[in-house]
C-alpha cells in the first residue's frame, strides 16, 4: 500500500492563480481531511469528507474547494491564491466509524508559496 | 475557546532522560479519543498513541505513555529514556463523539529538543 499521496510536494503560485492539490488513498477509508500548518503552528482543518459525494467545511474553508467523486481521491482546489495561503497542506485518510480510535494517516504533505 | 492547549512551545532534555509534554483539552462530550502525534523536521505526521475517554488504563506504546487524567482534562505524553531521534514537533489531538466521524483538532505543539 502507498498510503496517503499527495502532489504536488512544492509549488509556488502567482498571487490570482488558481490550482489544485491532488490527495489519493488506496486503503478503502471512508474519510478523507484537508489540513493547513502555517509556520511553527498546528494543524487547521480546512475541509473534510465522510465518503464520496459528501463534504463538509472545516476551521478555515474559505479560499478553498473540494470534491469527492470517487473514495480514493479528494481534490482541493484553490481559487485566486493569495498570500495568506502559503502554508503546507497535509491531505489526511482515516477508516472512521467505531471506535474512535481509528488514526488519521497522512500524507507527506504540499509546500505551498503565494508570491 | 481552544479545545487542546500545549503551553509549552519548547522543552530541552538530556538523552536517556524522561520528558513529559502537556496538554489540556476542553470538551462537553463524554465520549471523546485523544491522540499523540510526531513531526520530525522531515515533515510527516506520525501516529504515537491514542486514549479514549472511556480507557480506564493509561496507553502505553513502546517509550511512550499517556498520562491520562479525565477529572484534570489532561493528556500528558511521557516519552521514557529520551533519544536524539524524538527530537520533533509534538502534537496533541481529540476527536469527539464516538462515531469517529469527526476529524481531529490540534494543538499548536510543543518542539522537543534531545541533548547529549
Known amino acids: 500500500n502507498a498510503g496517503v499521496t499527495q502532489t504536488p510536494k512544492f509549488r509556488i503560485l502567482k498571487i490570482g492563480q488558481s490550482m489544485t492539490l491532488q490527495c489519493t488513498q488506496d486503503m478503502n477509508h471512508n474519510y478523507m481531511y484537508w489540513y493547513r500548518q502555517d509556520p511553527g503552528m498546528g494543524l487547521k482543518l480546512i475541509y473534510y469528507s465522510v465518503g464520496a459525494g459528501i463534504t463538509d467545511k472545516g476551521e478555515v474553508p474559505n479560499g478553498y474547494n473540494v470534491s469527492r467523486s470517487t473514495t480514493e481521491d479528494f481534490p482541493l482546489r484553490l481559487e485566486l491564491a493569495a498570500p495568506s495561503q502559503t502554508s503546507v497542506y497535509f491531505c489526511?485518510?482515516?477508516?472512521?466509524?467505531?471506535?474512535?480510535?481509528?488514526?488519521?494517516?497522512f500524507g507527506p504533505g504540499t509546500r505551498l508559496t503565494v508570491t | 475557546a481552544q479545545k487542546i492547549t500545549q503551553t509549552q512551545p519548547g522543552m530541552f532534555v538530556q538523552e536517556k532522560e524522561a520528558v513529559t509534554l502537556d496538554c489540556t483539552y476542553d470538551?462537553?462530550?463524554?465520549?471523546?479519543?485523544l491522540f499523540w502525534y510526531k513531526q520530525p523536521s522531515s515533515g510527516e505526521m506520525i501516529f504515537l498513541i491514542y486514549q479514549g475517554s472511556y480507557d480506564e488504563q493509561n496507553a502505553t506504546e513502546g517509550r511512550y505513555s499517556l498520562n491520562f487524567q479525565k477529572a484534570r482534562k489532561s493528556a500528558n505524553l511521557v516519552i521514557s529514556a529520551s533519544q536524539l531521534g524524538d527530537s520533533a514537533m509534538y502534537f496533541c489531538a481529540m476527536r469527539e463523539g464516538v462515531s469517529g466521524n469527526t476529524p481531529l483538532v490540534f494543538g499548536k505543539g510543543t518542539r522537543l529538543s534531545v541533548i547529549a
Open positions: 470538551t462537553s462530550d463524554q465520549s471523546y479519543g
Open positions: 489526511a485518510s482515516s477508516y472512521g466509524g467505531w471506535p474512535s480510535s481509528y488514526e488519521q494517516y
